[in-house]
């Protein structure tokens, strides 16, 4: 084995040695570590920061959100725009009829007629007789307006169809506004109609005759003229008038006998404030035929 001297100390030591056994000087050189360092590639910025993105997006979500609501209001308005237009049209229509109504100054309103044609006998102490009812007629109500606002004024005008056919006035008979009408006002005073006929026709044959049926003509009369709100008497022309009427849902009644035959009126009607005129259709006797007896 090969000796050199340690130049420090002066001692031999082995040429393999790594460091002097004396003194501690190295003679081999220090392993060194080899490190690798790998260098990052920087990235390249583009100057844009990503939260930008973020509240482009939310501001994109926020427009289409915006227009999606704008043009559901423009078709709500559209629809809105149409049906205005269509009720501007009925709305012209019914105008330009209300000014045609108001041109000829009257509202004309149909009146349910009192009865249904129908025919029934009459009992009798001598002869059998029948009750021929002819078709039911009908009344018009006309109100003329700029009357005055707090009272109303009712003008009638009565007429009755004779066996010619050709409208007759009813002359010198009295017209009523009663608060019910006639068959309730019978029914509720409970008085018995004449055998096989209506409260109404009974009326009407108590006023044919009264002799016959007086009592029920007094019962009947009486009854009645506790419901009586107001009356006029017409006049040769078949005309009557009625005052200082508080506007209001009433009935009129009458009743006129000519010939043989009667006709009877008690018929709904709404009384308004003005002059209210009522056109009385002509209406068609109910005629009493005698059977011959047998």
Known sequence: MSLTVCPDCGHEISTTATACQNCGRPFAKPIIERKIVVAETPREDSGIPMWVFAVLGILGVLVLFILFVFVGRNDDEANRNISVNVAGRRDST???????????????TTIPSTSAPSSVTIPSTSAPSTVTVPPSSTTTVTTVPNEPANKGTVVIDAKIVGK???????RNEKFYLLDKDLESILSEADIEPISGQSLTNSFGLA???????SEFSSKALGAIKKHIKYDTLTDSGGKGQMK????????????????KGFAVWSSPVSIRNGENVLNLSPQALTEIQEEPQQ
């Open 164 to 170: 010619t056919g050709s409208p007759q006035a009813v």
């Open 207 to 213: 006023v044919m005759y009264p002799s016959r049926y």
């Open 244 to 259: 200082n009427i508080e506007p209001d849902s009433y009935y009129l009644f009458g009743v006129t006998k000519s010939g």
């Open 94 to 108: 019914s105008n330009t009829r209300d000014t045609s109504r108001s041109a000829d100054s009257s509202t004309v």
